[in-house]
């Protein structure tokens, strides 16, 4: 399901959506805010004028002067409340990357106005959550790839609850979502250099050796059920990898998946797996030039993003 | 379900507002519709407080219908001012009574807005309006702490922090003032008057029967205040303010009657008397007026009879000119004033009538007779009194020949009767004596409590004479009170009390004349001298708007960046010349591209390094020279080479 197709529920949100802010940092501008009555107002507007009637019958002074101060009141009131979201700034947006399934978090800094009350927001199929200084917005993803922000609605009834000014906001720039993860990957694929070596392209990877621990184990490799148990320091150390420190080449045919969601959901896993085991790794997909082995964050982000637009 | 509203602070402050709003009804409202309207509010406490549940829907409507019926059943006229607020604070207290969601405390909003108006409907002195105005100060509270959803905290904590309120009523007084003054006024009302004309404000009915009058006396509302008197003001015990002539007597009760209207006619100059008349708003189509008016600007017809006659039932407060003849009544003779001043009951009163026939004949002349009367009431044992002895059926024998004690409107009535019986035409006159002075705004102020009643009789050749039987008997009665005032006037002995009570009735003139009589005609009057002013006023607003945006482009232009002008200027200049040369490029490149290209291109190389000099360079260069001339090459450089 793609959350573009998600249209705002009424007409009004439908029409006023067009005008919505796409920059950071953003101000609502004249033209993107919007302001009506509330329900409360309609009918104290109403009340409001059939008082005005009785006085202006009976000429009584003191009865038109309490509707009019009243009137005048609702209309200060409506400028009041139009100010207050135009006194709103979003600032600056973090999100840290997920894999598509997981929920992105996302924190928008933003000003809100002075006061006690806090301008509300809402998005559509997100999770929001207001703070002093910040948002946090809390967004299911679904697919990999470039992920646009859905729209968010910034409503203000502040001061008297009489009118209600709306904003829309939705970023221009896109985020992107990293590929999901293979829950249970077969093994790493034997070491591409020496093919012949063996007939099965993955062997038994997850029979682990488990070896004295040495200074320069990494912690992700203590075996720490056995030190809970036994009080030994011990580390894993998958088969063969002593042997084979030789870079991996990724490819896309490897997996032995036709499904390219799927192909790439294990290349993802794999990747992952790599980095985790320290096993320099290449990545070649179809039809594109093949990312030489390397090791590192930068490495594997250019990996995952490769593999989240591809 | 738990109703979250029960621990709101809006409900708190709903259920204030609530007995605020009925607080001042208790002047108006019966103890028993009072007892129940309570009962209902502080079932909105006992919720609140926890000891009762709210009442379930069908008891709701129960309750409403019979509270409303008991209520309903109080009132005298069923759907005037009174039992209307009576009604609308039942439905208010019910409402408050199934606050369910935010729109129920806004129903129970408009409800309080009409209370409010009810109120000012009731009174519509300053310190009422003081008094909703806190009321509505406190409705926008009740908003803002509706807007705040702060359910958990404490009301007075919540009300501290909404000074804003306060900001907000501020910044609308110009626009209240502006809608009270240019907002157009009805010139008519658009539909008749459902409050009480019954109980006309000032008291005054337009019938008189005994025991009428008793309740004024005690009634301390003020109905006018007169200044201005030209050329001066007569003494207080010669202000009869006439208000209406009692013409038909029944055997009990003297009944109202007027005769046509009169030409206005114009007294001698200096028998007039001038005079401001600001009168409080009442019911009745009766105005009042020093005796014996001769002219004004009511918006009403004077009679022969000397009364003013308003179209309307209801006269609002306002402020008039009138004029007065001092002794001169021009009254003349108009045969239906004959007629009707000898109208009596066809029975009743048998020894008044025989007596007032035997001593006509005894005296002789009309004048003579009225005089013995007057004497009789003064000589024999009547006394002046306000808690008279019941009268029987035949009311006037009954007050002549046996109790003997009453005050005014017996004694008027009496001596009517009396002359009407001897063959004298007669009429009893309705209105108030004298009134109190206020040394503070010099003005007269004319309560209810001096209402008082006279006769006139009708005397060959001196036409209507006014008559006061109760001066005759009670002299005190009319002078006891004016001599109190000034002989505390004349020996400084001002209590507090009497001088507080002159400056807040001072308070109440002035806001007469200023506020309450604002309408349809001062309106006009005042766009109207507005719509004079042109030549004068609306020029220069004109002259004054059109200077505004002058002004704009005059400081604008004083603070105008020169450097940038100048940069703006190469720019241009460099593009008419040779339009392909690169305008966009930053400054040093374009230096560059000019010694390359241009004719003298190193003169404006300089240029712009001077230029740049000025921009970021350090404070203290020479300022800029004019523009070296732009030339193109006749040939490309790069021939040259």
């Known amino acids: ?60 002074n003191l009865a038109i ?109 896109k985020l992107l979502i990293w590929p999901a993860v293979e829950i249970q990957p077969p093994p790493l694929p034997r070491l591409q250099t020496v093919p012949a070596k063996s007939n099965y392209p993955f062997s038994q990877g997850d029979l682990t050796e488990l070896q004295r621990w040495q200074a320069g184990d990494p912690m992700s490799r203590v075996a720490w059920k056995i030190l809970a148990r036994h009080g030994q320091w011990l580390s894993r150390h998958p088969e063969g990898e002593n042997e084979s420190h030789g870079p991996l080449l990724l490819r896309e045919e490897d997996t032995g998946l036709r499904d390219r969601e799927a192909a790439i959901s294990r290349l993802t896993a794999w990747i992952l797996e790599a980095e985790r085991l320290s096993i320099p790794y290449g990545l070649e997909l179809r039809g594109q030039p093949s990312i030489a082995p390397a090791l590192g964050e930068a490495h594997l982000t250019c990996c995952l993003e490769r593999l989240a637009l591809a | 379900m738990k109703n979250p509203w029960r621990n709101h602070p809006a409900y708190s402050l709903l259920l204030a507002l609530n007995i605020l709003a009925l607080l001042p009804q208790t002047f108006w409202l019966d103890p028993l519709t009072l007892l129940l309207l309570l009962l209902l509010w502080s079932w909105g406490l006992a919720w609140k407080t926890g000891y009762l549940p709210l009442p379930n829907p069908w008891s709701k409507v129960v309750l409403t219908l019979i509270v409303a019926a008991a209520v309903l059943g109080q009132q005298a006229v069923l759907l005037g001012l009174r039992g209307g607020s009576a009604l609308l604070a039942v439905m208010l207290l019910m409402k408050s009574l199934e606050i369910r969601t935010e729109r129920d405390f806004y129903s129970a909003m408009v409800g309080l807005f009409f209370m409010q108006l009810s109120l000012l409907f009731h009174n519509d ?29 404490r009301l007075p904590d919540c009300l501290r922090h909404a000074s804003p309120i306060l900001r907000l009523a ?12 240019l907002f157009p006024r009805l010139a008519q009302p658009l539909w008749g008057l459902p409050l009480d004309s019954t109980q006309g404000k000032t008291g005054l009915s337009d019938k008189l029967s005994p025991g009428d009058l008793i309740e004024l006396f005690l009634d301390d509302t003020p109905v006018f205040r007169a200044s201005r008197f030209q050329p001066a003001m007569p003494p207080l015990d010669q202000l009869y303010w006439r208000a209406m002539v009692l013409w038909h007597f029944d055997g009990r009760a003297w009944k109202r009657g007027w005769l046509p209207a009169q030409a206005r006619q ?51 407060a306002g402020e008039h000119q009138l004029i007065s003849a001092r002794t001169d009544r021009q009254e003349s003779a108009h045969p239906l004033a004959l007629s009707w001043g000898l109208q009596l009951p066809p029975a009743g009163n048998p020894q008044t009538r025989s007596w007032a026939r035997q001593q006509l004949k005894k005296h002789g002349s009309p004048a003579a007779f009225l005089r013995f009367v007057l004497n009789h009431f003064n000589r024999e044992n009547f006394y002046y009194s306000l808690t008279p002895q019941p009268l029987g059926e035949n009311t006037v024998d009954d007050f002549l020949f046996r109790t003997r004690i009453g005050y005014c409107e017996h004694y008027a009535s009496a001596l009517a009767f009396t002359m009407r019986a001897a063959g004298i035409p007669a009429r009893v006159v309705t209105g108030y004596l004298g009134g109190e002075y206020n040394p503070l705004g010099q003005y007269i102020v004319v309560r209810k409590s001096d209402a008082h009643a006279w006769t006139e009789v009708w005397l060959k050749g001196q036409g209507w004479v006014r008559v006061d039987p109760t001066a005759a008997v009670a002299p005190e009665r009319v002078q006891t009170a004016i001599r109190d005032q000034q002989a505390v006037h004349d020996q400084g002995m001002m209590t507090v009390d009497i001088w507080l009570k002159q400056q807040l009735d001072w308070l109440a003139y002035r806001w007469n004349r200023w506020f309450l009589q604002y309408n349809y005609d001062l309106q006009r009057s005042m766009l109207h001298n507005l719509g004079q002013w042109p030549r004068h006023l609306s020029l220069w607003m004109l002259a004054l708007l059109g200077l505004l945006p002058l002004g704009w482009w005059l400081y604008h232009w004083q603070k105008r960046d020169r450097l940038l002008q100048q940069w703006h200027q190469l720019q241009r200049q460099l593009k008419r010349v040779v339009p392909e040369a690169p305008v966009q490029q930053g400054p040093e490149a374009l230096a560059r591209w000019a010694r390359l290209h241009l004719q003298g291109g190193d003169e404006l190389a300089r ?20 523009l070296p001339p732009i030339r193109r090459c006749d040939k490309p450089p790069s021939s040259h080479a």
């Open chain 2, 607 to 626: 240029w712009i390094q001077h230029w740049l000099q000025l921009r970021y360079g350090p404070a203290g260069s020479p300022p800029l020279p004019p």
């Open chain 1, 65 to 173: 002067a309490l509707t009019f101060f009243m009137t005048s009141c609702l209309l200060v009131s409506a400028i009041w409340t139009h100010r207050h979201l135009q006194d709103c700034r979003l600032l600056e947006l973090q999100a840290l990357p997920v894999h598509a399934g997981e929920s992105l978090k996302i924190r928008l800094f933003w000003q809100p106005p002075e006061t006690s009350y806090l301008p509300e927001i809402q998005g559509l199929n997100l999770q929001v959550a207001r703070h002093d200084n910040h948002i946090d917005l809390l967004l299911p993803t679904h697919h990999r790839g470039w992920l646009k922000l859905p729209p968010l609605k910034l409503t203000s009834r502040y001061p008297l609850g009489l009118f209600v000014a709306w904003s829309w906001w939705r970023y221009s720039r």
């Open chain 2, 266 to 316: 114009k007294p001698a100059k200096d028998d007039t008397l001038r005079y401001l008349l600001v009168n409080e708003a009442y019911a009745g189509n009766w105005l009042v007026s020093l005796d014996w008016p001769v002219d004004g600007d009511y918006q009403a017809q004077l009679t022969l009879d000397g009364q003013w006659i308003s179209r309307q039932q209801w006269q609002p």
């Open chain 2, 170 to 181: 501020l910044q609308a007084l110009p626009l209240t003032v502006a809608l009270f003054l």
């Open chain 1, 1 to 60: 399901m793609n959350l573009d197709s998600i249209a705002p529920s009424g007409r009004m949100d439908r029409l006023t959506m067009k005008r919505a802010g796409k920059t950071l940092p953003w101000q609502p501008d004249r033209r993107q805010l919007f302001i009506l009555p509330t329900r409360g107002g309609i009918i104290l507007g109403i009340a409001l004028l059939f008082m005005l009637l009785g006085s202006l019958n009976y000429n009584n």
């Open chain 2, 125 to 153: 002195s300053w310190w009422m309006g003081l008094y909703v105005l806190f009321l509505a100060l406190g409705m926008l509270a009740l908003l803002w702490l509706l807007t705040q959803n702060k359910a958990r905290d």
